[in-house]
């Protein structure tokens, strides 16, 4: 089976930089994705890190390292818009993209 | 692309009641699946298509639950008979195939209430 953790929830000012970790446990791993989920969204896709080593895109990098089955998620210059849900996702299974979700981190921002 | 089109958006139904939830996948993905969002449980995977075919089921709860896609174009989540803790959103969600899909597309969701 498949364990995923992730604090239930983060604070953070506008302006500032927040990490949010994600550790999993599966049984295979290929991948971790990142997904965000604004209240009544759907989730939409961040980011996707196969191998070690951090991924930039704009304000949000993510990071992975394989041997320590660990993860996170990098927003910086935070945004009131940024108050959402974030989940990690791990892949495993070689081939097809089955994401499996952890529980989520709620980030709220406070002006 | 319209994205992932779910529907209904609502629904609000008596237990005992039949449900049937629907989606349309992005046009050319040919993974589908369907998700179950609860605040005590999650983002559950409830089962995955591939080319129509149903290869993993292992997370629909019950006999209650099946899913069908009789075309790649078209997917159905039916609940019969539905109990009030069937109440959750449902997602559907599709992504292309193969090792160098990396991303699924989420429906907007139904959000179900069995009273």
């Known amino acids: 089976g498949q364990s995923l953790e992730q604090p239930s929830e983060v604070t953070a000012v506008e302006g500032a930089i927040v990490q949010i970790n994600c550790t999993y446990q599966?049984?295979?791993?290929?991948?971790l994705s990142w997904y965000q989920q604004h209240d009544g969204g759907a989730p939409t896709f961040l980011s996707y890190?196969?191998?070690?080593g951090l991924e930039e895109t704009g304000r949000f990098s993510s990071f992975l390292s394989r041997s320590d089955s660990y993860g996170y998620l990098l927003l910086q210059e935070l945004q009131m818009k940024d108050s959402a849900s974030y989940f990690c996702?791990?892949?495993?299974?070689?081939?097809?993209?089955?994401?499996?979700f952890g529980r989520g981190t709620s980030l709220i921002v406070h002006p | 692309d319209a994205g992932v089109i779910q529907s209904p958006r609502h629904e609000v139904t008596e237990m005992g009641q039949e449900v049937t939830l629907r989606c349309k996948p992005i046009?050319?993905?040919?993974?589908l699946f369907w998700y179950r969002q609860t605040m005590m449980r999650g983002l559950e995977l409830l089962i995955y298509?591939?080319?129509?075919?149903?290869?993993?089921d292992s997370g629909m709860p019950e006999d209650r639950f099946s899913a069908k896609m009789p075309n790649a174009s078209f997917s159905t989540l039916k609940i019969q008979p539905s109990e009030p803790r069937d109440s959750a959103v449902y997602f559907c969600?599709?992504?292309?195939?193969?090792?160098?899909?990396?991303?699924?597309?989420f429906g907007q969701g139904t959000r179900l209430t069995v009273v």
């Open positions: 969600a599709s992504s292309t195939d193969g090792q160098g899909s990396t991303e699924a597309f």
């Open positions: 599966t049984s295979g791993f290929y991948g």
């Open positions: 890190n196969a191998l070690d």
């Open positions: 996702a791990v892949r495993d299974r070689k081939g097809s993209y089955i994401p499996t």
């Open positions: 046009s050319g993905h040919n993974s």
């Open positions: 298509f591939n080319n129509n075919v149903p290869i993993d």
